[in-house]
């Protein structure tokens, strides 16, 4: 007899988290990505619009795309390095 697994796999973490993004910021991620871009994190401050944060392949450069969909790579806040 065999024994298969009926749950799924969990989704990657940046498409659950692709859910607080709308249209205009998911056509441009999607763009990005060919370049190796990803969605890493959302910001999600108290009274204001998630932010997504988003990283180059190499991991030297961040972004955060704006709600029109247009990348700022000069956001108003720093992350810290790992």
């Known amino acids: 007899m ?10 990657p973490p940046s498409r659950v988290l692709e859910r607080l ?3 205009a910021q998911i056509d441009t ?4 990505e060919t370049f190796g871009w990803e969605l890493k994190f959302v910001r ?3 009274f204001g ?3 997504p944060v988003i990283f180059d ?3 030297q450069h961040y972004a955060i795309l704006e709600k029109d969909g247009s990348l700022n790579e ?5 992350i810290r390095p790992r």
């Open 74 to 78: 000069n956001p108003p806040f720093k």
């Open 57 to 59: 392949g190499s991991r």
């Open 44 to 46: 999600k401050p108290a």
């Open 2 to 11: 065999v024994d298969r697994e009926r749950r799924k796999a969990p989704p």
């Open 21 to 23: 993004l709308n249209p």
């Open 49 to 51: 619009d998630p932010i």
């Open 29 to 32: 991620l999607r763009s990005l």
